[in-house]
Nanobody
Framework: QVQLVESGGGLVQPGGSLRLSCVAS????????MGWYRQAPGKERELVAV??????NYAESVKGRFTISRDNDKNTVNLQMNSLKPEDTAVYYC???????????????WGQGTQVTASS
């Protein structure tokens, strides 16, 4: 099994920056996709950023402000968030699709979430 632990959330003023980090408790044998989702109160969960098969996609609302990156050696995926807006306030979840070992079917894993609040 694997645990995904997010960190780096917090309270910042609009226009500020935060860097989220997601660390897997073990090496993931094969990764199909890694990404970040978020969910604000009263809203549906939405994709923020995802990296898969050499491509990177961002939600329209965060393009130009957020950057997703991976460090396979450290089993981590990060999300650099700049120019934060009040609309970015939400719980952010790390998501991984892949295999933990050879022969396993592809599964999806989620972190517990970390709160991000952009408010004055």
């Amino acid at each position: 099994q694997v645990q995904l632990v997010e960190s780096g959330g917090g309270l910042v003023q609009p226009g500020g920056s935060l860097r989220l980090s997601c660390v897997a408790s073990r090496r993931i044998f094969s990764i199909n996709a890694m990404g970040w989702y978020r969910q604000a109160p009263g809203k549906e969960r939405e994709l923020v950023a995802v990296t898969s098969s050499g491509s990177t996609n961002y939600a329209e609302s965060v393009k130009g402000r957020f950057t997703i990156s991976r460090d396979n050696d450290k089993n981590t995926v990060n999300l650099q968030m700049n120019s934060l807006k009040p609309e970015d306030t939400a719980v952010y979840y790390c998501n991984v699709r892949g295999r933990l070992y050879y022969g396993e079917r592809v599964n999806e894993y989620w972190g517990q979430g970390t709160q991000v609040t952009a408010s004055s």
